[in-house]
C-alpha cells in the first residue's frame, strides 16, 4: 500500500474545544507547514484534504490541459496531499492521473482511490486491471463501489481482493443526498472500511444517522462535493467578505478556509476531496487543512452565518 503541521499552539486547539486526538502531525511530501492527519482502518493516517477529479481531469489528450493538470498534481503533492480520488465515470480523469504521475513520479503519500461501477464493462477484476494500466500504478489503496451500482457483486469480489492483498482498503459511495437509507444498511451490515458522500456547510443531512454510524463502526469517512459543485464557493465569495470573527476564531483568510475547515473539523470526517484546474485554488484548498480548527461552538455559528447570507 502506498504511505501515505499551523499557526497557532496546540494549546489554542485545546482551549477552543477540539479534540486533539482527532489529528496526527505528519511530514508531509514537501514541507507543508503541517497538515493535518486522520487514521484510517488498519493503522496509517490520511491528509484531511485529499483531491477530487470529478469533470476538472476529463481533459481528454490535450497536451496543454493534461501538463496543466499535472501542475494541479503537483502542488497537491508538495502541500502534503495524499488522497487522490477517481472514477472510470469521470471520463478521462484515471488516463490524466496517470499522465501526471508518469511525468511527476509517485510520490509516497499517494493515496490511490478508485471506483468501480456498472455499466463500465467488464468484471470487477477486470475494471480494476484497467484503471490500474490507466493510472500506471501496481494495485489501489481504495476501491469503492460507485453509486452502489451492483453493490453486492461488485462489495463480495473487493472484500476478497482486500483479503488477498491486492487492494488494502475497500468502500462504498453516494451522492447528492442520496441513498442514505442503503448506505445506512450496508454500513450496519457489511465490513467496509471507507464511505464516501456529501458532506458540506449547507447539506449537513448525514449528521442525523450517517457520521455518528461511521464513528460507532470505524468506518473512513470521504466528503465529495465539498463546495457543492463548486457552485457553493462562487456564489459566496462573489457576493460576500469571510467574517471578521472566522479569523480571530480560527486564523480563516478566505471562503476555502472556511467552507473545507468547516467539513473536516468534524470528528467523523477524514478527509474533504476538492477538485479544482488551477494551481492556486489547490494551494488553499490544501492550507485549509492546517490547524487551528473550528470549535463546535464555531461550527455552530458558522451554520448560522451561511444560513443568514
Request: with cysteine.
Amino acid at each position: 500500500m502506498s504511505h501515505l503541521h499551523s499557526r497557532r499552539t496546540a494549546l489554542k486547539l485545546l482551549v477552543g474545544g477540539i479534540a486533539a486526538a482527532w489529528f496526527t502531525p505528519h511530514p508531509s511530501f514537501a514541507d507543508s507547514g503541517g497538515l493535518l492527519r486522520k487514521a484510517i482502518p488498519g493503522g496509517g493516517h490520511l491528509p484531511v484534504i485529499g483531491l477530487g477529479t470529478w469533470r476538472t481531469f476529463n481533459v481528454g489528450r490535450d497536451p496543454q490541459l493534461l501538463d496543466a493538470r499535472a501542475e494541479v498534481v503537483r502542488a497537491f503533492f508538495e502541500h502534503g496531499g495524499g488522497l487522490v480520488d477517481s472514477s472510470p465515470m469521470y471520463g478521462s480523469a484515471p488516463d490524466v492521473m496517470g499522465h501526471a504521475l508518469d511525468k511527476l513520479g509517485k510520490p509516497d503519500s499517494l493515496y490511490a482511490a478508485e471506483k468501480v461501477w456498472s455499466p463500465a464493462g467488464g468484471s470487477t477484476r477486470e475494471q480494476i486491471s484497467d484503471l490500474s494500466d490507466r493510472w500506471g500504478v501496481d494495485r489501489f489503496d481504495l476501491v469503492q463501489v460507485h453509486n452502489l451500482t451492483d453493490w453486492r457483486e461488485h462489495l463480495d469480489v473487493l472484500k476478497q481482493m482486500k483479503a488477498d492483498g491486492e487492494i488494502a482498503h475497500v468502500g462504498i459511495t453516494t451522492s447528492h443526498g442520496r441513498r442514505h437509507d442503503q448506505i445506512e444498511r450496508i454500513m450496519r451490515e457489511h465490513d467496509i472500511d471507507f464511505v464516501q458522500l456529501t458532506y458540506n456547510i449547507t447539506h449537513r443531512r448525514v449528521e442525523d444517522r450517517l457520521l455518528p454510524l461511521a464513528q460507532e463502526k470505524g468506518i473512513a469517512v470521504i466528503a465529495n462535493r465539498p463546495y457543492d459543485g463548486g457552485s457553493l464557493i462562487k456564489n459566496i465569495q462573489r457576493r460576500h467578505e469571510v467574517p471578521e470573527w472566522a479569523a480571530e476564531e480560527f486564523d480563516c483568510r478566505n471562503w476555502a478556509d472556511f467552507l473545507l475547515k468547516f467539513i473536516v473539523s468534524h470528528p467523523a470526517l477524514t478527509c474533504a476531496i476538492p477538485a479544482t484546474t488551477r494551481v492556486e485554488h489547490v494551494i488553499e484548498n490544501m492550507r485549509a487543512g492546517h490547524d487551528p480548527m473550528p470549535t463546535p461552538a464555531t461550527r455552530e455559528r458558522m451554520i448560522r452565518h451561511v444560513a443568514s447570507l
